[in-house]
Structures are given as C-alpha cells and as structure tokens.
C-alpha cells in the first residue's frame, strides 16, 4: 500500500511538472514578442525595451527563467495581468467562488434528478420509460451548450419573463462580498430574503444549461451501474428472503452501484470547468471562464498561464484524492497492490 | 473478414438509433459536398431590402426560405454551407487525432518501458485540463482561426486514443498468436502492423466516430467564442456566437444553428454506440 501511495505521488510530480513547462512555456512560444506585447503599440527605445526585459527576466537563459517561473508560482505569485495589473493569483480567486457556486449548483440539479432517473430506468429496463429516459439523456449528452444556454434564455427569459437574462444578482442590491458565494453573501447582508431569492433566480438558468451534460452522464451511469447490481446474486438470495423492494433497491442494490457513480462525479471538475467557461460567457456570469475567455481575447498571457496552472493542480490533486479514496471504499483494493 | 462483416452488420442493423445516425450522417455529407447545388444563394450574398426576414413559416415571404440574417444573407444557404464546414472539420480533426494517437498508442503499448512511461505521462497531463481549456490554450499560442482551432481541436482528441490503442494492444501482446508470429522470426514492424493492428481497428473505429461528434463540437464551441472560425465565415457555431445580439427580434437565427450541431452529434453518438455493441455483441444490455 505505502508503495501504491508512492508511485501515485510521483506520477503526480510528473505530471505537475509537465504542466508547468506547458504553461511556461505559452508566453514564449506565443507569437510576437511578448515584451513589446507589453509596451503596445506606440513602441519604446532600446533602452526602456532592455529594462522591461530585463524586469521580465526574459534576458536571462531558460533554465533559470523556469526555475524563477516555478518558485515564484509556489509561493502563490503567478504574475501580473497585462491588461489590469493586478496580481493573476488576485483575481483568480477572487472569481473562482462564483464559478465555484454555479458549478455546485449545476451539479447539486445533476445529481437531484439523474440518479433517480438512471434508478428508475434500471428497474423499468426496456419499457417505454426506460427508452424515453435513456434517448432524452443521448441528447443531453450531445447537447452544444453554448446553444442550449441561449434557447433556456430565449424559453424562460424572453418568451415567459421568468428570470433574468444575465449576472449574478439585479443592480438594485449592493452585497457586500463576504464568502464570494452569492447565497450565503446575500442572507448575511442587509438584504437577506428579497436578495437572496433573487440571486437564486440569476442562479437557475446557468446551473440547468451547465448540468445538463453532467445530468446526461450521470442518469446513464446509474441505470448501467444499477443493471449490474441488480443481477447480483446477493440481490436475488435478498428477494428470496422476501425483503421488501423499496428496501433492496434504496438500501441493498443501490449502496453498491453508488461506488461507480460518485467516481464519475468526482472525476467531472474538469467538464465543469469547461461548461463554466462555456455557460459564464452566454450568461455573462462573472466567474473564471468568462474572465478566461476575455483574457485569450485580449491575449493576456499571465492570466492565460497561471489559471491553467491552478486549474490543472485542482484536478490532478483531486483526481488523486478519488484514487486514494478507493482504499476506504473497497477494502478488497488494499490488499491487491 | 466477410464472415466477420456480416456477423457485424446483424447486430448492427438491428439498432435502430444507430441507422437512423448513419442515415442523418449520410444526409449531412450529401449535402456538405453538393452545397453549392442544394443551396438557393451564395451564402455570403446580401439582400439588402431583406435585412432579419423571418422564415417561411411566419411570413408570406419565401424567397429566403428560413430567413436572413442581420445583414441580409440567406439563413438557409448559410447552413448548407456550414454542414460543409462542419464535416470538414469533423473529418480533419479525426483523421489528424486519429492517425498520431494510433501511432502513439502502437508505439507505447508495444515498445513498453521508458518510452511507455513517458508517453502515458504527457496523456495523463493532457488529461488533467479539461478539453475547452487545453484548446483555447493551444489557439492562445497559435492565434485564432478556423484552421488553428482544427489543430487545437485535434491536439485535444489525441490522448483518448492513445489510451484506447495502447490498451488494445497490452491485451492482443499475451495472445498466442503474437507468441507464434515472433517464433516464426516475423520483424516487429510485421507483428505490429499485420498481426496486432487488425485487432486494434474495433475500438478505434468506435472512438473514431466518437472523436467525430466532439470534435465538431469543441470546433463549434471555440467558433462560438470567437476563437475558431471568424466571421464572415458562415461555421455554426460563429453563425450563433454572431446572432445573439438578435435573440429577441430573430429567434431563428439562434435557433436553427445550434439544432443542427445537435443533430449532427447526436448522430454521431448513435452511431457510435451502434457500432461499439454491434463490434462486441456480449456488452450490450
């Protein structure tokens, strides 16, 4: 076991490591030279140049530029945006709590309603439900959520007025930021009731076109999990017993195929990144993806570099954690490496 | 080989979803390689006196039969035109993913050791930033068009083949046959090529199909914000990012791109799963 943890945290290592070249690597490879990117386009003498390259340590050999890049990025310093001039690691962490919010959010709606929905669809295998729910699934699954963001706002937001097109919250309220989390932002303000149902009206749209994916996999996930379950011997000794069904499926069968599922769920912080940098740009959500977005777009390379850094660390550590975590699932697993 | 085609093509026809895909899949190549028969107009031409004309079924109008857009160019010949770009994306990025992550994976799974090690590391790296953000990293350094977000797109698409590949070929490495071919002093090109790769193709032929419909839909999401395609060009997925100006006064514009790129990929992921119970009979439930 100890050797188990071993070779995982050198993989990790390795792993970290090449990302931070990859990363390190952006501003050099990127076109142009980054030091008159940084001056823009009115120039500068051959003076000024050789001072701010000099300040951008770009003068010196690559080795060393690295080892200062990777120093500086463990002790929480990742530079500084070109267009704001703030601190990268700054305002990371002062949008990650919104995408952080609504990734929760649209994951807490997957959750809700796709393990029902995938139990369901297991118990009442090849009926008409079975089928509607598994083909509605296929095309959530399918689902360009850039598209199905913009047809939510043009149903729920144009066509019924029932909530807002964009942002977190109306310009009426003032919320003082506190957690960064809306809801919890808004109950312990002044505000309180009227601000946070109206956060959580900003909130539902977002969260239902991001989890409409994660809902996708996770009802498919179960009804498989749960199929394979429900053939299990001990399953069918427990319907011989005649314990009652309710109890089989919620308690026996299902404490089974959760293992599979909440691994999948685990394993989904990277495609929520990838649907908040999708949703937060139609939403106008103010979290990382849209500010990642307008960084490609202003090429702001510092922001570029250092958000790839911390997202990729986030998920290699908790893809880690899940590894790990098999050990206090599975008991079988610990005596086999 | 034919015996094993129409052991194949029992199981597969037998999966309605996967027909339909195929046939929803047959329809979009027809018309991406016959769009300039199948549309009305040139799909960058403007009809000034018809700016935001809505579609057959709201106006009298059917001159521009699904509407124009902002500037007054046909709705419909722009998503014929689209569908080609679409599949021509579709079809780069899987042959590009295809072709260097078979390689890769040949390579790993049979060579073994360092270089195994090695190439397994730069997969596990790729994997761990999610598909949008290595792509959008990949356009950051090299500049935003539609050819670079196929590259981006393609980079992206890589690493899961590599995986598939490699694992394959751990499995088909312990067979007997393997064993038997390298008594007989056959070269590791011969063993790799001709006696392990066949065995490969089931797998690869699935992902293929799979790596189809996402990378039409990473290529439409990254023309969508702006990092792919750019307009005039008339891709999907910019064709939406350019109409959401409109979303109140033109629902179709928003509408009807984005129903395509659904059904395309849902075609696709139909086939996909058609094919892969119908390669291996004994996973289907």
């Not at chain 1, 919104?98 to 393990?115: D, K, P, Q, R, S």
């Amino acid at each position: 076991m100890g050797k188990f943890f071993f070779k995982k945290f050198i993989t990790l290592l390795v792993v970290l490591f090449g990302v931070s070249l990859v990363s390190f690597s952006i501003i050099r490879l990127a076109p142009g030279d980054p030091v008159m990117m940084l001056i823009g386009e009115r120039g500068a003498d051959a003076e000024t140049y050789a001072i701010m390259k000099h300040n951008l340590g770009l003068d010196r050999s690559l080795p060393i530029q690295y080892w200062h890049f990777i120093t500086s990025a463990m002790q929480g310093d990742l530079g500084t945006s070109v267009v704001s001039k703030e601190k990268v690691s700054t305002e990371f962490f002062a949008r990650f709590p919104a995408t952080l919010e609504l990734g929760m959010f649209a994951m807490f709606f997957a959750v809700i309603i796709g393990i029902p929905v995938g139990i369901l669809a297991a118990i009442y295998r090849n009926s008409f439900w079975d089928y509607l729910a598994m083909g509605t699934s296929l095309i959530g699954y399918s689902m360009p959520i850039f598209w199905w963001g913009l047809i939510l706002i043009l149903f729920f937001s144009v066509g019924l007025g029932w909530t807002p097109v964009s942002g977190r919250i109306s310009v009426m309220f003032d919320i003082p930021t506190v957690t960064g989390f809306m809801l919890i932002d808004t109950l312990i303000s002044a505000e309180r009731w009227p601000a946070f149902f109206d956060a959580l009206k900003h909130l539902i749209l977002p969260a239902v076109a991001m989890g409409t994916i994660p809902l996708a996999i996770i009802a498919r996930m179960t009804r498989s999990s749960m199929l394979e379950v429900i053939e299990a011997d001990y399953i069918r000794t427990a319907m011989a017993q005649g314990i009652p069904s309710y109890y089989i499926i919620f308690v026996l069968a299902l404490r089974n195929a959760m293992i599979p599922i909440v691994t999948v769920i685990g394993l989904m912080f990277g495609s929520i990144i990838t649907g908040a940098i999708l949703t937060e740009t139609i939403f106008s959500w103010p979290g990382i993806g849209k500010w990642l977005v307008a960084a490609v777009n202003q090429r702001d390379y510092p922001i570029i570099q250092g958000s790839c850094l911390i997202i990729a660390s986030m998920i290699v550590f908790i893809n880690m954690m899940i590894d790990l975590s098999y050990f206090w699932i599975n008991p079988k697993m610990r005596g086999s490496r | 080989m034919r015996a094993q085609f129409i052991d194949f093509w029992y199981y597969f026809k037998q999966n309605r979803g996967a027909l339909a895909g195929l046939a929803v899949i047959f329809i979009f190549f027809i018309t991406a390689l016959l769009a300039p028969l199948f549309a009305p107009h040139n799909p960058a031409q403007i009809f000034p006196e018809h700016l935001l004309q809505r579609p057959f079924f709201f106006s009298e109008q059917i001159n521009l039969f699904l509407g124009s857009d902002d500037v007054g160019r046909d709705l419909l010949s722009r998503l014929i035109y689209g569908a080609r770009i679409s599949m021509g994306i579709g079809l780069l990025v899987v042959i590009f993913s295809t072709s260097i992550g078979t390689m890769l994976g040949l390579i790993s799974g049979y060579v073994g050791g360092r270089i195994d090690w090695f190439i397994m590391r730069v997969v596990d790296m790729m994997m761990s930033l999610p598909s949008i953000l290595l792509a959008i990293f990949v356009v950051s350094v090299l500049g935003p068009n539609l050819l670079n977000g196929i590259i981006a797109v393609s980079v992206v698409a890589v690493p899961s083949f590599i995986r598939i590949v490699r694992a394959s070929v751990l499995e088909e490495k312990k067979r007997q046959y393997v064993m038997a071919s390298q008594t007989f002093g056959s070269s590791h090109w011969r063993i790799l090529f001709i006696n392990i790769f066949p065995n490969v193709l089931a797998p690869l032929i699935v992902q293929a199909t799979l790596g189809f419909s996402d990378g039409i839909l990473n290529a439409a999401a990254l023309g969508f914000l702006g990092l792919g395609a750019q307009p005039p060009t008339a891709e999907w997925g910019t064709m939406l990012a350019d109409s959401r100006a409109y979303i109140e006064s033109a629902p179709w514009l928003v509408t009807l791109p984005g129903l395509c790129i659904l059904m395309v990929v849902l075609a696709f992921n139909l086939l996909g799963d058609g094919l892969r119970d119908a390669f291996d009979p004994r996973l289907k439930k």
